[in-house]
């Protein structure tokens, strides 16, 4: 399979479309960071979708995707789930980092610089 077959596929539009008009409080504020390449000049796009995945925000020039963890991603299942998916990522090239959040709520500078660290990481390699 080719790379960009597995980008936005056309058949997870309406999901993708979905979550963004129903994005979560946490999304909404990091988005307002993120959108209008606010943060370092990266470009980010929300609800992107990988595979049979739809990551909440994915930079494609640096392969770097963020997600935003609610309490259901602590229950067994789900951190099995997101172990799998991360991995799956992975092994695409594409970098994970993970915030919950309540990080974004109570510590959104911090999540801002970890964010900046990692898009000046990929930019040097």
């Not at 000049?41 to 995707?65: E, M, T, W």
Request: charged share 40%; glycine share 4%.
């Amino acid at each position: 399979m080719r790379k960009m077959e597995i980008f936005n596929k056309p058949e997870s539009k309406e999901k993708r479309k979905h979550l963004r008009k129903n994005s979560t409080k946490a999304e909404s504020i990091l988005w307002e960071e993120l959108r209008g390449k606010k943060l370092l000049g990266a470009k980010f796009k929300r609800q992107f979708s990988v595979d049979k995945y739809v990551i909440d925000f994915y930079c494609p020039k640096l392969n770097l995707a963020i997600e935003l963890d609610g309490e259901i991603h602590l229950e067994k299942v789900a951190i099995k789930y997101d172990k799998v998916r991360t991995l799956f990522l992975n092994n695409l090239g594409i970098e994970v980092i993970r915030f919950n959040n309540e990080e974004i709520f109570e510590s959104l500078p911090l999540v801002l610089e970890r964010i900046k660290d990692e898009i000046l990481k990929l930019r040097s390699n």
